[in-house]
């Protein structure tokens, strides 16, 4: 099914598309040019874009000043603890109902994807309330917990869509073959889930990481995240821009290189198979 | 052929699942309907007693609360026209043969894995601000007095930054629609000359339908709580306090709980209003 397309019209496409991802990516790109610059540099008028003085100072800066290096592990422990938490919770689940299924499968899904419709504001006097109460104000385990709970929702949903995937006739044939259900779980179905397992982890741990209401509004100077970092870059005292930049950078690096690995992910984590 | 053993196995395998769920889900729900009919103030007297529905008449015609809403339906409305609009138009485009694609793909969507309060304070600080921020140098190239952004045009600001963050996200989803489209028919459609507007009016447009109520209801669900956002640009100030921004006020900051809980009871029926219709689209699509 070759589309015969002009080299002129590909020309005209590649021209335009190039643009626009320029322009999207632009702030991105801005950001990390101005974290090499210095605070009088940044600042610039006109604005600098590529001959300047290239420094690391902000980076360094940034990790004297703040303890840049305590927020980054907060957020890599809530991020990656409350996936692995919630993988763990929700393997046994997905694994029934996409090979158990019942007639109340459907319904407990689309149940499980209601309370992540709750909005988190409804209920955030009860969980703060609970969190003094059970002292997990500002602690990395009640930040864990509550972005497992969230994000538990996309999880079972996700491996649930890969699990079907798993032809149901290659269990079957494993228990002809005699395999017990421990076989069955460990040397069949295991080697088969682990790319949707992968998938659904990295999609988790970017949206964890990036969570930004209760990771505010649950944590004060010990367990806060990056999240939390950037947003005291909010009341600024003198000259910060190369330094917010720096900042940023940090928190975003890692996500971005992550995030252009889980494209396709993408789609299916949040759009729950509607659109495929 | 499931059998007796494995019905209750399944059981069991759901059971942890479940249960968090169901403890996450009543437990607080519980608790804000229960401050909802009280007056509850933890730091002028604590609880003061049952009120019956006077919390939910007061959030009602506080002074505060339609112009949050007004709010509220400005930033939804104007990101969910921007982003799929644009995002219909970008999905077309970037399904178009050309070079380069996959690193087009890779700009497009990166301002999504951008975390809300870099976004928030980068766009605010360095492009938005009125005297060093790029659009305030642009404006001067052509001549024109800098905008003061975020005070001036605040609610156009904050549909900025969220149309930003969410284009990525209507593109992605929208392109994901188009490229599971028939080529076939599209061909077909061609070789007959039916014009570009009409192959896209009466065979992309219906195909994509569905993608773009899916994007359309995620995106309001999301949109209705942004937080960040607000939280690190405005603080709720300007004409920017939605519904969520008000709720969060009553609650933690002037720790007004019965009200703040009221409020918040609201939003959950708003939400569930939403909710509801994506739900049967996604219960449909597991049908098939």
Redesign the interface.
């Known amino acids: 099914?070759a589309?015969s397309?002009t080299t002129q019209?590909?020309v005209f496409?590649?021209l335009?598309?190039?643009l626009?991802?320029?322009l999207?990516?632009f702030?991105?790109l801005?950001?990390i040019l101005?974290s090499f610059k210095t605070e009088a540099q940044a600042?610039n008028?006109?604005?600098l874009f590529l001959f300047f003085d290239w420094t690391l100072e902000n980076y360094a800066v940034v990790q004297d000043r703040s303890n840049y290096t305590r927020y980054l592990w907060n957020s890599v422990i809530i991020a990656i603890g409350s996936t692995i938490l919630g993988v763990l919770?929700?393997i046994?689940?997905a694994?029934?109902?996409a090979f158990?299924p019942?007639r109340r499968t459907?319904d407990?899904?689309?149940w499980?994807?209601?309370?992540k419709?709750?909005?988190?504001?409804?209920?955030?006097?009860?969980?703060?309330?609970?969190f003094i109460q059970l002292k997990l104000l500002d602690s990395r385990l009640g930040l864990t917990i509550i972005l497992m709970?969230i994000n538990?929702?996309i999880i079972?949903w996700m491996l649930y869509t890969y699990f079907r995937e798993i032809p149901g006739e290659i269990l079957e044939a494993a228990r002809m073959d005699g395999a017990g259900?421990k076989d069955e779980i460990l040397h069949v179905l295991t080697p088969m889930a682990i790319p949707g397992i992968a998938s659904t982890v990295l999609l988790n741990v970017?949206l964890a990481?990036?969570e930004?209401?209760w990771t505010?509004?649950l944590t004060a100077a010990k367990a806060a995240p990056?999240?939390?970092f950037?947003?005291s870059?909010?009341s600024p005292e003198g000259l910060?821009?190369a330094k917010?930049?720096a900042a940023?950078t940090m928190?975003?690096a890692p996500?971005?290189i992550?995030?252009?690995f889980s494209?396709k992910q993408?789609?299916r984590g949040?759009?729950?198979?509607?659109?495929? | 052929m499931a059998t007796h053993h494995s019905r209750s196995a399944a059981r069991m395998m759901m059971a942890p699942a479940v249960i968090v769920l169901l403890g996450w889900m009543l437990i607080p729900l519980t608790m804000t309907l229960y401050f909802s009919f009280k007056k509850y103030l933890p730091l002028r007297g604590g609880d003061l007693g049952w009120t019956g529905f006077d919390n939910y008449t007061r959030f009602i015609s506080s002074s505060a609360f339609l112009p949050s809403v007004q709010a509220t339906l400005i930033i939804v409305g104007g990101v969910l026209v921007i982003t799929v609009v644009l995002g219909v138009l970008l999905a077309l485009l970037l399904d178009q043969p050309m070079w380069g694609q996959g690193i087009v793909r890779v700009l497009v969507i990166a301002p999504f894995f951008v975390m809300p309060t870099v976004s928030g304070l980068v766009w605010k600080n360095m492009f938005m601000d009125p005297v060093n921020g790029l659009l305030a140098h642009l404006w001067k190239f052509f001549g024109a007095t800098p905008v003061e952004w975020l005070s001036h045009a605040s609610l156009q600001s904050i549909i900025m930054i969220t149309s930003w963050q969410w284009l990525p996200f209507a593109t992605l989803i929208l392109l994901t629609a188009i490229q599971s489209l028939d080529r076939e028919q599209l061909e077909a459609a061609e070789m007959d000359g039916a014009p570009p507007l009409k192959r896209f009016t009466y065979i992309i447009l219906p195909h994509l339908s569905r993608a773009i109520a899916v994007v359309i209801l995620i995106q309001t669900i999301f949109l209705l709580s942004i937080f960040a956002e607000i939280f690190v640009t405005t603080a709720g100030s300007f004409g920017t306090r939605t519904l969520t921004y008000l709720i969060y006020q009553r609650v933690l900051e002037s720790q007004n709980v019965g009200l703040g809980s009221a409020g918040g009871v609201y939003a959950i029926i708003l939400a569930n209003i939403v909710a509801i219709f994506l739900m049967r689209i996604v219960g449909k699509s597991l049908d098939t």
């Open positions: 099914m589309r397309v019209r590909k496409n590649t335009l598309a190039w626009i991802g320029l999207i990516f702030p991105i801005w950001t101005t600042i008028d006109p604005p919770i929700a046994p689940a694994w029934s109902m158990i019942s459907k407990i899904l689309l499980m994807l209601s309370t419709m709750l909005p988190a504001v409804g209920v955030l006097y009860p969980i703060y309330l609970l709970l538990l929702p079972v259900l970017i990481w990036n930004a209401f505010l509004n990056l999240t939390a950037i947003a870059y909010s910060f821009y917010l930049s940023s928190a975003i996500i971005l992550l995030g252009w494209q993408l789609v949040l759009t729950f198979g509607a659109v495929k």
